[in-house]
């Protein structure tokens, strides 16, 4: 039986330290909102805001993934909602909502989702690749997933969700 | 031209004429309407055939809205009231890049709020060339 010393047991003390504390990491902000049983997460640079949903004022003529506009504070803002792009279920109508104001290069719209998580940093290393067995359909707009909470994150790619959506897409 | 509309005393206002299509609030440029009356005997087209609307208003009274282009008139039918306002430039914003990418109703080219409302503001050249396209059919 080896002995304990302080010394054995202040190195150990430090070594767990290390793994926990690692400054030079870079961290992410990502904002992790549900979509029906789903979680998915966005990086916190491009959502400006959090909105309670407001009431959307439907416009006639667009597909029914554009739920309409929004005032906020005076200025007029899209609403979309991704279950369509990304091929999940509907919400329920009168359903609690939430919107995230997004900004990409491509285009600016808020985002109706069911509940917004959390907003998080969590350490770039986190993120792993998107899995082989991800379905046909999302695989473009994922960058990537993490486990959050015993559950399993989806970053998606705002960039080209917008991007796909302004070309017609969902 | 609608009386008033052509001198309007604020700048930074544009006048405009509003009316409801279906339960929405629309608006074009009063500066290329000439007028309203009462409809004429024989048939012209319903503003919301031009907007493609499903909804026709047809319990409420309709009126003729003359709209002037090239030296032409076009008549079209609108739910009365209709009426003339003049809404403040900085009230009046450009369509969001999403509703500009997917929004397929015709002529939409701005959206305006007002403390009430939202209103759809229409190209009156859009609405002038389906008026033609309308007449020709």
């Known amino acids: 039986m080896s002995e304990i010393t302080l010394d054995k047991i202040l190195s150990k003390q430090f070594t767990g330290r290390k793994e926990i504390v690692n400054v030079d990491e870079t961290m992410l902000k990502l904002v992790i909102f549900a979509l029906g049983n789903d979680w998915f997460a966005f990086s916190g640079k491009q959502v400006r805001e959090i909105l309670a949903c407001a009431d959307i004022f439907f416009v006639p003529g667009c597909p029914p993934s554009l739920e309409g506009v929004i005032n906020v504070r005076g200025d007029i803002e899209s609403v979309i909602r991704l279950n369509e792009l990304l091929q999940l279920p509907l919400p329920e109508p009168g359903k609690p909502a939430e919107i995230l104001l997004s900004?990409?290069?491509?285009?600016?719209?808020g985002i109706r989702v069911d509940q917004v998580i959390d907003v998080i940093d969590l350490p770039e290393s986190l993120i792993q690749a998107p899995p082989a067995n991800l379905p046909e359909t999302l695989r473009p707009f994922v960058s990537g997933i993490f486990p959050f909470n015993q559950k399993i994150v989806t970053v998606l790619d705002l960039e080209q969700i917008f991007l796909e959506y302004a070309r017609g897409l969902g | 031209m609608i009386p008033g509309s052509e001198n309007h005393p604020e700048s930074t206002a544009l006048a405009l004429v509003e009316f409801k299509a279906g339960r929405f609030d629309f608006a074009i440029e009063a500066s290329g309407v000439r007028g309203s009356e009462a409809l004429?005997?024989?048939?012209?087209?319903?503003?919301?055939?031009?907007?493609?609307?499903?909804?026709?208003?047809?319990?409420?009274?309709?009126?003729?809205l003359s709209l002037e282009s090239g030296g032409q008139i076009h008549?079209?039918?609108?739910?009365?009231?209709?009426?003339?306002?003049?809404?403040?430039?900085?009230?009046?914003q450009p369509l969001p890049p999403a509703l500009?990418?997917?929004c397929r109703l015709p002529g939409l080219r701005a959206l305006a709020l007002t403390k009430e409302k939202f209103i759809l503001l229409i190209s009156l050249q859009d609405l002038l060339l389906r008026c033609k396209t309308a007449w020709s059919q």
């Open chain 1, 103 to 109: 900004r990409s290069s491509a285009m600016n719209s």
């Open chain 2, 40 to 64: 004429p005997d024989y048939d012209i087209p319903e503003i919301e055939t031009l907007l493609s609307l499903s909804e026709v208003n047809n319990r409420a009274a309709r009126l003729c």
């Open chain 2, 75 to 92: 008549k079209i039918s609108v739910a009365a009231p209709i009426a003339l306002f003049s809404l403040p430039a900085a009230a009046i």
């Open chain 2, 100 to 102: 500009k990418a997917r």
